[in-house]
């Protein structure tokens, strides 16, 4: 099946500054991909859908200002979090899937720790 | 709109037991449905999936049915192993707008040696 790359797997940074999480589709052209927040031991929650060359499409809630969702070329998008404080510590999934497909495929997830 | 409900968890099994985990949705139009599974701390991993109804998903051993009269998506599985420990999640796609996966709350699976 196809790939999709997520990185980094981990991360802890200090109160206040940003982290960028890459997603990379390996294989195949991501023409959609989502980005889900999950906490622990609950279900995925969306937070934006973001389309190659477009601006991303944030979830009700979400604050785009703090979760800066890039997707400039086919195979990579970024999300970075600005100004990060302890309550952003969360597990960021993203998926992508290509035009033709109704099968999004995941990143393994990146754990973000803020102290 | 669109939801998908499983039943709660968590579940603690023997090995070789049977399984099942119920899922039920709401949808407009026919939904595509999927079973993902989540090892710890580890991203969703595809284990079946359904496109139309009366179609059946199967994987390791994993069966699904997608029963449009009674709205349902039930995972199966025969006899369970200590490695399918692990989190099943129940989703849909809407045909609306991008797509997105609807998810289920998940639920937790323990199989016990």
């Known amino acids: 099946g196809a790939v999709v790359s997520q990185h980094p797997s981990w991360v802890i940074c200090k109160s206040g500054t940003s982290v960028k999480i890459e997603c990379r589709s390996l294989?195949?052209?991501?023409?959609?991909m989502f980005w889900y927040r999950q906490f622990p031991k609950q279900s995925l929650m969306l937070m934006a859908t973001?389309?190659?060359?477009?601006?991303?499409?944030?979830e009700q809630g979400v604050e785009k200002d703090k979760f800066l969702i890039n997707h400039a070329s086919l195979t990579l998008s970024t999300l970075t979090v600005t100004s990060a404080h302890p309550e952003d510590s969360s597990f960021y999934i993203c998926?992508?899937?290509?035009?033709?497909?109704?099968?999004?495929?995941f990143g393994q997830g990146t754990r973000l720790t803020v102290v | 709109g669109d939801s998908v409900t499983q039943m709660e968890g968590p579940v603690t099994l023997s090995e070789e037991a049977f399984l099942t985990i119920n899922c039920t949705y709401t949808a407009t139009g026919y939904p595509s449905l999927f079973w993902y599974v989540q090892y710890p701390g580890e991203g969703l991993q595809l284990l079946l999936k359904?496109?139309?109804?009366?179609d059946k998903g199967s994987n390791k051993g994993f069966e699904a049915t997608y029963r449009k009269e009674t709205t349902s998506f039930h995972l199966e599985k025969g006899s369970v192993q200590v490695s399918d420990s692990a989190v099943y999640f129940c989703?849909?796609?809407?045909?609306?707008?991008?797509?997105?996966?609807?998810f289920g709350q998940g639920t937790r699976l323990t199989i016990n040696p």
């Open positions: 989703a849909l796609t809407s045909f609306q707008g991008a797509q997105k996966l609807v």
């Open positions: 973001s389309n190659e060359g477009s601006k991303a499409t944030y």
């Open positions: 998926s992508a899937r290509d035009y033709s497909s109704t099968e999004a495929f």
């Open positions: 359904a496109t139309k109804a009366d």
């Open positions: 294989d195949f052209q991501a023409t959609t």
